[in-house]
């Protein structure tokens, strides 16, 4: 049915919409880069940053909480190859240090901590 949305558990994650903005950021960062880093550093940047929010939304879908923690410590492990590839832009000089992109990742890896945290500990109680 086109034109429907469909509302899915993940869409109203906070972690899962600040991933989708993390992103549109990337991309937005990575356009200026050079012609040549095209399937090198800009297509892995953008790769990883579009896992991130994958595994938040795979998780989210799975069966239960212990296999929605798995996708959520994915989405950080991404998270933070994402930060290391920002990084290497960054001394490479394709990219400033005080760019958006670093304060939307720090926002969404204390997102998806916190997630993480309160899923833990209502599987202990």
Known sequence: MAGV???????????????IDL??????AT???PNHELYALTGQIRRAAISVASNIAEGA???G???FLHFLGMARGSLSELETQFIIAERLKYIDADADVFTRMDETFG???G???SLRLSTEE
């Open 23 to 28: 992103v549109a950021a990337a991309y937005a």
């Open 31 to 33: 356009q200026p880069f």
């Open 5 to 19: 949305k469909r509302r899915r558990r993940h869409h109203d994650l906070l972690a899962w919409q600040k991933a």
């Open 61 to 63: 879908a799975r069966n």
């Open 65 to 67: 909480k212990k296999e």
């Open 115 to 117: 997630l993480i945290k």
């Open 111 to 113: 997102l998806i901590g």
